[in-house]
C-alpha cells in the first residue's frame, strides 16, 4: 500500500522569507500523482500544487514550487516570500492513476510570524 | 470561491435526530466523495461515487447513509450517530475516479450532542 510520510509536524516562516516542507512517499507504481493541499482555520481543503511522476520538470505556481525528486521519493514545498495569508494545515497527498483513493500524509502545521 | 458547495456549514445535533448533508457541483465531475476529518487529522475517505453509483464504502458504519441523486449532487443521511462521529465533512469532486485532482468543498462542521 503506497504510504505518505510528513515528517514535520510544526513549522514557522518569518513573513516575506522561504519556508520548504518535506515529504515523502512509498509506492512501487509508475502512474500517479503528488499534490500538496492548504487548509487553513476556515478548513477548505485548497489545491495549492500538483506534480504528474512523469513529468521531470518542477511543478510552479506563483510562489510555490516543489522539488520532486522521483528516485528519492521525495516531493517538498518551498513557499517564497511568506505571507500571513500561507499560515495552515499543508498535507501532501498520493493520488495513484486509475484509483479513486487519494493518500494523504498527516500534515505539516505552518505558522508565518509578523 | 469554492466550485464544490456544501450546506449546511455547521450542523449540531441530538443522536436520535435524522439530518442530511448536502453537497453540489456544477463541474461536470462524474465522481463525487466524501470524507472524514477529525481535527488536526488528514481527511479519512468514507463514500465514493462514480457515475451516480457508489463504488466505494470504506466499511462506514450504516448510521451514515450516502445518495447521489444525480450527477450534480451528493447527499449523506445522518441517523443515531453517536458522539465520536462529531467532525468536519469534507465533500469532493473530479473529473472521473482515477482522473486527479480532486476539488473539495468548504465542508460541513457536525456536532453530536
Known amino acids: 500500500a503506497q504510504t505518505v510520510t510528513q515528517s514535520q509536524p510544526e513549522m514557522s516562516v518569518q513573513e516575506a522569507e522561504t519556508v520548504t516542507l518535506s515529504c515523502t512517499y512509498d509506492?512501487?507504481?509508475?502512474?500517479?500523482?503528488l499534490f500538496w493541499y492548504k487548509q487553513p482555520p476556515s478548513r477548505q481543503m485548497i489545491l495549492v500544487i500538483r506534480?504528474?511522476?512523469?513529468?521531470?520538470q518542477n511543478a510552479t505556481e506563483n510562489r510555490f514550487s516543489v522539488n520532486f525528486q522521483k528516485a528519492a521519493k521525495s516531493f517538498s514545498l518551498k513557499i517564497s516570500d511568506s505571507q500571513l495569508g500561507d499560515a495552515a494545515m499543508y498535507f501532501c497527498?498520493?493520488?495513484?492513476?486509475?484509483?479513486?483513493?487519494?493518500?494523504f500524509g498527516k500534515g505539516t502545521k505552518l505558522t508565518v510570524n509578523p | 470561491d469554492t466550485e464544490v458547495t456544501q450546506t449546511p456549514k455547521h450542523l449540531v445535533m441530538g443522536m436520535t435526530n435524522k439530518k442530511s448533508l448536502k453537497c453540489e457541483q456544477h463541474?461536470?465531475?462524474?465522481?463525487m466523495y466524501w470524507y472524514k476529518q477529525k481535527a488536526k487529522k488528514p481527511p479519512e475517505l468514507m463514500f465514493v461515487?462514480?457515475?451516480?453509483?457508489?463504488?466505494i464504502n470504506e466499511s462506514v458504519p450504516s448510521r451514515f447513509s450516502p445518495e447521489c441523486p444525480n450527477s450534480s449532487l451528493l447527499n449523506l443521511h445522518l441517523h443515531a450517530l453517536q458522539p465520536e462521529d462529531s467532525a468536519l465533512y469534507l465533500c469532493?469532486?473530479?473529473?472521473?475516479?482515477?482522473?486527479?485532482?480532486?476539488?473539495f468543498g468548504d465542508g460541513t462542521r457536525l456536532s453530536i450532542l
Open positions: 461515487y462514480s457515475y451516480e453509483k457508489l463504488s
Open positions: 497527498a498520493y493520488g495513484q492513476g486509475g484509483s479513486e483513493k487519494l493518500v
Open positions: 509506492t512501487s507504481e509508475s502512474d500517479y500523482y
Open positions: 506534480q504528474e511522476a512523469y513529468k521531470q
Open positions: 469532493a469532486s473530479s473529473h472521473r475516479t482515477g482522473w486527479w485532482p480532486q476539488h
Open positions: 463541474m461536470g465531475h462524474r465522481a
